[in-house]
């Protein structure tokens, strides 16, 4: 993109009047702007905005990575090296000022460059002699008299929290300085910018996103810098506009761009796809649970039980040449390319476990995936284990328990009434013939295997978390632009199941022996991962716990699956999770814009502020249930997992 350093002015075409003035006309009638200028240069503007981000390429530099801090930006300019003396750069500077100031009152340039490789520090420990990596630094200038203190102030705050290699950031900052480029001049002279209510400063960054002798740049260090500077330029935008202009922003996650490129569409059609091809649980499900069960039991108990699983639908070999293939590095939107590249990954973990589903490779997937058990985890699930299964004195739930085709007939007609709401809920029950019992949402369908018996006194509550919360989900996020909301964004089992146990609670069905059972799963998945036996941990959870044989069975074949599954204790470290996420101030309402992580919040709340997200169509029913107002209020106020133990 810049020229060499032989490049005279002359060597340069000049930036039409034309060209300025039909810009400036499309932003005045709210249009978007993406105008490749002359020798290299682009000018991508989303909306009329106050602000715009400016970076000039110096000449005769590589630069490497310094253009992407503010690629990802709603209003930038990027021109090559020798742009300052390329006659139109300035008149198109002033003229965008000008317009944004006919509609605003004020705006603000922020001009970003990098400073010389040479100044990245190369120390080393005064004791062992090892590289010390360098912490993030910035030098904001500011040039007298137009000095935005408090917008400058909420970028230099927020430039302070980036954090790189356990150091946060350092900020220097420059009163009466130059706030352009070494070597470069001013895109808008100070009394220029003083009759038109114009603010420039000056941003320099070390560039510590790459290597000073060689140039390379360092990926992950450079991903982690657009995510802190985006945010950093955003605060200072949203600040100077509340204060400086006549529009109001609802939050600074507005300023972000509104209008993604057709890339990351695509990105997300394919990765969805992708993750549309397989049905995770499915696979790593035994389909002969029930006969491996009867041996176990033949065996006294003391037996390795033999699990089969269903045949592979399609190659993971083949699948994960597709994951691998997709382009997310390309998507320079810092807020969506963390997003899209976790998924990414977790889909290619995902596919090498079921390669590996009956075989020792299958549980190191799984621990990275889904996680160990936390040592304050386990201990929590013991305690829970030391609370009866049922009060004496507190009569049991004699009704006749709910079979397979009367549960279905029931979520059957729960699915409806969300069908009358949302004509594209397109959920269907199916009886499995191929799962003996249990119940299980995969692709947007809930499965209920053929022997399937629920106590009366659970069916709200099952109803509640597989249509209300698991169907639910997946259909607001297929009513998302982001694909991705359906099929699950990585992580998101542990929130997700949190949620749909909590919804067990809010209709009054979460009873001891459900929260003992997640308990249970806990210790056991804690136990199989630290290689005890099946045996073992199935005999731990009869006597020590006080399990029926039966119930200990599923708990241990359900984490001893695949080769050891970690999954089962996502429900109550997501139920953890959630009551302390309600229990702190967070909304409900965010979580169920689709299948997400407590992390993806604040970015779902950013996509749905900048426009790209929409409000989810469905609210779940159990949200109206009458007992579900106080529950909520008493979680708000603040309560643990043990408190949620019926009296």
């Not at 300035?90 to 603000?108: K, Q």
């Not at 408090?150 to 130059?178: C, R, W, Y």
């Not at 009458?626 to 529950?631: L, R, T, V």
Request: proline share 7%; charged share 20%.
């Amino acid at each position: 993109m810049s020229p060499t350093p032989t490049d005279t002015p002359a060597d340069f075409a000049a930036i039409p009047s034309e060209l300025i003035e039909r810009v400036c006309k499309r932003l005045k009638e709210g249009g978007s702007v993406r105008e490749v200028l002359p020798d290299g240069g682009l000018l991508s503007i989303d909306r009329l905005r106050p602000f715009l981000c400016v970076y000039r390429h110096t000449a005769g530099r590589s630069d490497a990575g310094t253009d992407s801090l503010v690629r990802g930006e709603a209003s930038y300019l990027m021109v090559p090296g020798n742009a300052p003396a390329r006659k139109g750069l300035r008149p198109l500077v002033r003229r965008l000022a000008e317009t944004a100031n006919e509609r605003f009152g004020a705006f603000f340039i922020i001009e970003l460059w990098a400073s010389p490789d040479e100044e990245v520090p190369q120390e080393t420990h005064s004791k062992t002699g090892e590289v010390l990596l360098p912490a993030p630094r910035f030098t904001v200038h500011e040039r007298a008299p137009e000095r935005p203190g408090p917008s400058v102030n909420e970028m230099i705050f927020a430039l302070e929290l980036i954090q790189l290699h356990g150091q946060t950031g350092i900020v220097d900052v420059i009163l009466k300085g130059i706030a352009h480029p070494p070597g470069a001049k001013p895109l808008i002279a100070n009394k220029d910018g003083l009759k038109i209510n114009c603010f420039v400063v000056g941003l320099e960054i070390l560039p510590v996103f790459r290597n000073p002798k060689t140039g390379e740049v360092f990926p992950d260090v450079l991903r982690e810098m657009q995510l802190g500077v985006g945010r950093a330029l955003r605060k200072a935008f949203f600040t100077f506009s509340l204060r400086r202009t006549n529009t109001r922003p609802e939050h600074w996650f507005a300023l972000g761009r509104s209008r993604l490129p057709e890339l990351v569409w695509k990105i997300d059609r394919q990765l969805s796809e992708i993750g549309g091809q397989f049905s995770f649980l499915l696979q790593v499900t035994p389909i002969n649970s029930e006969a491996a069960w009867n041996d176990f039991k033949a065996g006294k108990f003391r037996e390795v039980p033999s699990f089969n699983y269903r045949p592979l639908p399609a190659d993971p070999l083949l699948l994960k040449r597709q994951v691998n293939n997709v382009r997310t590095e390309k998507v320079v939107d810092a807020t969506l390319a963390h997003v899209l590249r976790q998924t990414q990954d977790e889909l290619d973990r995902m596919l090498t476990m079921l390669s590996d589903v009956g075989t020792p490779r299958f549980l190191p997937g799984s621990l990275q995936i889904f996680g160990a058990v936390e040592p304050e985890l386990l201990e929590l699930a013991r305690q829970m284990l030391q609370v009866p299964a049922q009060k004496s004195g507190v009569n049991a739930d004699n009704s006749a328990p709910v079979t397979a085709a009367q549960f279905a007939r029931r979520a059957s007609e729960e699915i409806h009434s969300y069908q009358k709401q949302l004509p594209t809920f397109a959920a269907k029950v199916e009886l499995r013939e191929d799962m003996f019992s249990g119940l299980m949402v995969s692709s947007g369908q809930l499965l209920i295997g053929r022997e399937t018996s629920v106590p009366a006194g659970r069916v709200e509550a099952l109803l509640a978390h597989e249509v209300g919360t698991h169907l639910v989900t997946f259909y607001n996020g297929q009513a998302q632009p982001l694909r991705l909301l359906s099929t699950g964004l990585a992580g998101y089992d542990s929130l997700q199941e949190g949620l749909a146990v909590l919804s067990e609670h809010l209709v009054g069905g979460l009873t001891r022996g459900r929260l003992r059972m997640l308990a249970a799963r806990v210790v056991a998945a804690h136990m199989m991962s630290n290689n005890f036996p099946f045996s073992e941990t199935w005999q731990r959870l009869v006597d020590e716990f006080d399990l029926e044989q039966r119930s200990a069975w599923t708990v241990t074949m359900r984490v001893y699956r695949g080769g050891g599954l970690t999954k089962d204790a996502v429900y109550l470290r997501g139920l953890v999770e959630i009551l302390k996420y309600i229990g702190s101030g967070g909304e409900l309402d965010p979580l169920f814009i689709g299948k997400l992580a407590v992390q993806h919040v604040p970015v779902m709340q950013e996509l749905v502020y900048r426009e790209i997200l929409k409000t989810p169509p469905l609210t779940p029913h159990y949200m109206t249930h009458p007992a579900a107002a106080a529950a909520l209020a008493s979680v708000r106020k603040g309560i643990t997992v043990l408190d949620l133990f019926p009296s």
